[in-house]
T-cell receptor, first 113, second 113 residues
Framework: NAGVTQTPKFRILKIGQSMTLQCTQDMNHNYMYWYRQDPGMGLKLIYYSVGAGITDKGEVPNGYNVSRSTTEDFPLRLELAAPSQTSVYFC????????????FGEGSWLTVV | AQSVTQLGSHVSVSEGALVLLRCNYSSSVPPYLFWYVQYPNQGLQLLLKYTTGATLVKGINGFEAEFKKSETSFHLTKPSAHMSDAAEYFCAVSEYNTDKLIFGTGTRLQVFP
């Protein structure tokens, strides 16, 4: 009953470091998403993917990269971390049509100091 | 372009009182509408959604919402608040045949005894 799994749950990065947030889902969903959540700002879409090998930018893609080599995995890469990337990151997935439910992971808390 | 406005970043009610959380959307085509709930330090969980058909939608935990096209609204209600309803609530919109789900900024619900 795993659903959407994100790792790590907590991480502290120094300015300029790089890291990858891992996301995997076991529901055979074709759509996957990365959102960031900042206080009072709701969730902003960073990148999304409609299937293996296909990715596209969301509302706030700068400073991030993604890849989708398999249906299950959708890692988010932070290059040259900046304090503005301190946030809570959520991975999510959905099967098929637009009206279907999007399922979220538990979140990854990232602090850049 | 689609967008979501949630009026009131904080709402406080007494236990047993009516809960009303407001959501208005902007969309050029008939939308799909969602309400998600987030408990502290957790991911988002679907409360209810409107895709097609009946405009009054019932969800989990006694919540319901009504799609009013003339008012471009999808307000969330619950007749009687419970302490366990204290959480942050997000309204979201997705246009038919698009890949993205756009969130509002969220409303934090407090329930007082």
């Amino acid at each position: 009953n795993a659903g959407v799994t994100q790792t790590p749950k907590f991480r502290i990065l120094k300015i300029g470091q790089s890291m990858t947030l891992q996301c995997t889902q076991d529901m055979n969903h074709n759509y996957m998403y990365w959102y960031r959540q900042d206080p009072g700002m709701g969730l902003k879409l960073i990148y999304y993917s409609v299937g293996a090998g296909i990715t596209d930018k969301g509302e706030v893609p700068n400073g991030y990269n993604v890849s989708r080599s398999t249906t299950e995995d959708f890692p988010l890469r932070l290059e040259l971390a900046a304090p503005s990337q301190t946030s809570v990151y959520f991975c999510a997935s959905r099967k098929g049509e637009t009206g279907n439910t999007i399922y979220f992971g538990e979140g990854s808390w990232l602090t850049v100091v | 372009a689609q967008s979501v406005t949630q009026l009131g970043s904080h709402v406080s009610v007494s236990e047993g009182a009516l809960v009303l959380l407001r959501c208005n959307y902007s969309s050029s085509v008939p939308p799909y509408l969602f309400w998600y709930v987030q408990y502290p330090n957790q991911g988002l969980q679907l409360l209810l959604k409107y895709t097609t058909g009946a405009t009054l939608v019932k969800g989990i935990n006694g919540f319901e919402a009504e799609f009013k096209k003339s008012e471009t609204s999808f307000h969330l209600t619950k007749p009687s608040a419970h302490m366990s309803d204290a959480a942050e609530y997000f309204c979201a919109v997705s246009e038919y045949n698009t890949d993205k789900l756009i969130f509002g900024t969220g409303t934090r619900l407090q329930v007082f005894p």
